[in-house]
């Protein structure tokens, strides 16, 4: 079983503050990299995915990846007390359609 | 965007009862589809991968006689519960993601919440 790990968490910052969310994997094949929003009861919703290094920005969020250190984060700017919800690191295989997450990040954003 | 459409969204039954959950992909195909199952405060556990045509793929620890998967279309999975007990009451997820385009995401159904009495 492939590994990805995640803080569990609660991760808890006050609303406008940058919430960082942290990431790390086994497989070094590994090729694309997601991030989902699972609120309680509820099933995960995409956010956004990455697959070569660096960072990628959509609106709030900005997905960083380090596949030399086996490493991805989710920056989410501005955070809203509506961001508080369980973040899903999800890491695809090489070849594939396998996906293997994380065990998830709670996060509290205070208003 | 990709749609992948989950039904029951809940069930609740007696023990011993055999339950079934589909799980469509609508306005896309799918070979491949995936199950998972969720624990209150627990993350998603891949249960099987559904392939259309064959044979379902189990995960280790995963009884296949007990879940049984049929893909017998390019857009429907079945999940079955069989014989159902009040341990495997849990919240079930399908997922399936647009084949043929690289790095496409799984998507995910709203769930079933299965509740064994």
């Known amino acids: 079983q492939k590994e990805v790990e995640q803080n569990s968490g609660p991760l808890s910052v006050p609303e406008g503050a940058i919430a960082s969310l942290n990431c790390t994997y086994s497989d070094r094949g590994s090729q694309s990299f997601f991030w989902y929003r699972q609120y309680s009861g509820k099933s995960p919703e995409l956010i956004m995915f990455i697959y070569s290094n660096g960072d990628k920005e959509d609106g709030r969020f900005t997905a960083q990846l380090n596949k030399a250190s086996q490493y991805v984060s989710l920056l989410i700017r501005d955070s809203q007390p509506s961001d508080s919800a369980t973040y899903l690191c999800a890491v695809r295989e090489y070849n594939f359609n396998k996906f293997y997450f994380g065990s998830g990040t709670k996060l509290n954003v205070k208003p | 965007g990709a749609v992948v459409s989950q039904h029951p969204s809940r069930v609740i039954c007696k023990s011993g009862t055999s339950v079934k959950i589909e799980c469509r992909s609508l306005d896309f195909q799918a070979t491949t589809m995936f199950w998972y199952r969720q624990f209150p405060k627990q993350s998603l556990m891949l249960m099987a991968t559904?392939?259309?045509?064959?044979?379902?793929?189990?995960e280790q620890g995963v009884e296949k006689d007990k879940f049984l998967i049929n893909h017998a279309s390019l857009t429907l999975s079945t999940l079955t519960v069989t014989s159902a007990h009040p341990e495997d009451s849990s919240f079930y997820i399908c997922s399936a993601r647009v084949e043929g385009v690289t790095n496409q995401p799984q998507h995910f159904g709203d769930g079933t919440r299965l509740s064994i009495l």
């Open positions: 559904s392939n259309e045509g064959s044979k379902a793929t189990y």
